[in-house]
């Protein structure tokens, strides 16, 4: 096998796999991350796509062993104590680690070994997934249809929920205030982007919202709920305009106050959203609103604890969401925003966004 090496995010899926299998399954949390003792969902099986041709890696859980299937036919049976005893080695590695962006893990290379895992992470091309578990019905005792679970690490670097791109960019119109009838465009320094906003305020202006970049953005968002796509474009001036936090639930309240009854109704669609976009909305490919098998988060805590997050919880599911993401800025350089520029005699500028887990 050649040299493996992954991020941490791609590490971090395999000992997601190898503790759910060591473990036979995992906790449900509230919003605060604190484990539910009476909710532990006992996996059967956990389904990894191999390709998009339709091959996948089925591991088939009992008492004492994993049973490794691909396409069906049997390649092994491996000892859970085996195998928890690699993952220890693992976990410290991953957790004591000083680590590039992607890195060579000789303890990891292990438990690859162990599980005849011939990549780091589930192919993508397919599913918004990163593996499907067929957990134990509680009441019957059967098991359940297979469900999609994305995993998010706490290891190193937070993790993004939405990732930016061109689609993200939303373009505003910049507008003089009647007040500042002689006002003159400031100077921006590059890659300044909160203070710039706050120069152009300063300077007699405000931003309107024109449009999304990208009208898929825009329509995936209607989806959620008809003024979305406007409220959102407010709520990103606010994150650029305000210099003391990028938190996500303090910035949509900032907007919306919870002091105004109208606003209620607002912050749902915005907790809304994070669910959403957990069950696969994405700026650029069209959405729906249908989640397909889709049926939560695994959380990957700093200290390698598992944590499920169930739509069945959904309220829980999305207030954790909530209370668990910031705004982020990606790099100027690749999306092309923050400067002014002309159309047609009127001035503009893009702002864009990414969220990502503090």
Do not use: C
Not at 7 to 23: D, K
Not at 212 to 225: K, S
Not at 256 to 273: G, H, M, R
Not at 278 to 283: E, Q
Request: aromatic share 10%; net charge neutral; hydrophobic share 35%.
């Amino acid at each position: 096998m050649a040299e493996v090496k992954g991020n941490l995010g791609e590490w971090s899926e395999l000992l997601t796999l190898g503790t759910i299998l060591v473990a036979g399954g995992g906790y449900s949390a509230d919003e605060n991350q604190n484990q539910i003792r009476d909710q532990f969902h006992k996996v059967l099986e956990v389904i990894i796509a191999e390709n998009s041709k339709g091959s996948e890696q089925v591991f088939r859980l009992d008492k004492e062993e994993v049973q490794i299937l691909s396409n069906g036919i049997e390649m092994k049976k491996v000892s859970k104590s085996e195998l928890e005893e690699k993952l220890k080695v693992f976990l410290k590695d991953l957790t004591d680690g000083n680590y590039k962006k992607t890195f060579a893990l000789n303890s990891g290379v292990e438990v690859m070994n162990i599980l005849a895992r011939r990549t780091l992470s589930a192919d993508s091309s397919e599913t918004t997934s990163d593996l499907e578990l067929v957990v134990e019905d509680p009441i019957t005792g059967g098991p359940t249809p297979r469900s999609g679970f994305s995993i998010k690490s706490q290891l190193g670097q937070a993790a993004t929920l939405l990732n930016s791109s061109g689609s993200t960019n939303i373009i505003y119109r910049v507008v003089k205030n009647d007040s500042a009838s002689s006002a003159e465009l400031p100077d921006f320094v590059p890659s300044s982007h909160k203070p710039n906003i706050n120069k152009l305020y300063s300077a007699g202006y405000h931003l309107e919202f024109h449009k999304y970049q990208r009208d898929v953005f825009f329509n995936n968002l209607t989806y959620i709920d008809s003024q979305l796509p406007f409220n959102l474009a407010k709520v990103i001036i606010n994150h650029y305009l305000f210099q003391d936090t990028n938190d996500y639930a303090t910035t949509v309240e900032r907007t919306y106050p919870n002091a105004d009854q109208q606003s209620e109704q607002i912050i749902f669609k915005f907790k809304e959203l994070l669910g959403a976009i957990s069950m696969g909305l994405r700026p650029a490919k069209v959405w729906k609103g249908n989640p397909s098998k889709f049926k939560g988060l695994i959380v990957v805590k700093s200290d390698g604890q598992l944590l499920f997050y169930y739509l069945v919880t959904r309220l829980n599911f999305e207030e954790f969401l909530y209370k668990s993401v910031r705004f982020d800025r990606p790099d100027t350089s690749r999306h092309k925003y923050g400067s002014l520029y002309s159309e047609n005699g009127e001035t503009f500028i893009k702002l864009n966004f990414q969220i990502r887990f503090k």
